[in-house]
């Protein structure tokens, strides 16, 4: 069993300021599960722009981690911002500035960054690799094929033009087989 409070010890994970004046991330209370992003850049995005924000941050995550750009409940809530990408994945390998992929998707208000908003949260995450081994046929489970819906209280997803193919799966793109 853990202890008490649950707390773990925290993993170590090398950083560098691509943009000196950016702070250090820093989780803003203990058991947060993410630390905020800010954008080095300003930038103003009309109704359902996007625009790719730079972070001024560069990591060397351990193997066997990976990190995960989400955005923040209350510029969501407020403004409508959103990641077009969410949430984006940073590699462990990934050496580069984190960028931060943002979508206005207000129908109405223009949506203002200035350099040093808070635009993002980042989540350091332990992630499986696994081996793939392909087989005919997958072993027998309780839900099967069934998804989308399948257990009820709202439409099941069903496209017109696609329709819903035999394994549970809305048959998108099947016009795009074998490319
Ligand atoms: O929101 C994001 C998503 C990704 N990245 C960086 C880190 C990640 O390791 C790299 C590649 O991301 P991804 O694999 O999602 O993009 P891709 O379009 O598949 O590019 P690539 O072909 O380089 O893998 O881009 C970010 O900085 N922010
Ligand atoms: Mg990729």
């Known amino acids: ?15 560098r300021r691509l943009d000196p004046e950016v702070p250090v991330p820093a989780y803003a209370h203990p058991g947060d599960a993410g630390v905020d992003l800010v954008t080095t850049e300003a930038a103003e995005l ?18 066997g981690y990976a990190a995960f750009v989400h955005a923040r409940s209350g510029l969501a809530a407020r403004c409508g911002v959103a990641m077009v990408n969410a949430p984006g994945t940073v590699d462990a390998g990934y050496r580069g500035e984190i960028k931060v992929i943002v979508v206005n998707l207000d129908p109405r208000e223009s949506v203002r960054f200035e350099r040093g908003d808070r635009i993002a ?11 793939f081994h392909e087989v005919a046929e997958l072993p027998g489970s309780a839900r099967a094929a069934g998804g989308f819906g399948s257990t009820g209280g709202h439409a099941a997803v069903e496209t017109p033009s696609a329709g819903t193919s035999s394994n549970g799966y809305a048959a998108v793109g099947t016009d795009r087989e074998g490319q």
């Open 46 to 63: 009309a109704p359902g722009e996007r625009t790719v924000l730079p972070t001024g941050i560069a990591l060397a995550l351990p193997d």
């Open 1 to 15: 069993m853990g202890t008490v409070s649950g707390a773990r010890a925290a993993v170590d994970v090398l950083l």
């Open 121 to 131: 949260q980042l989540v350091v995450q332990q992630v499986e690799r696994v081996r």
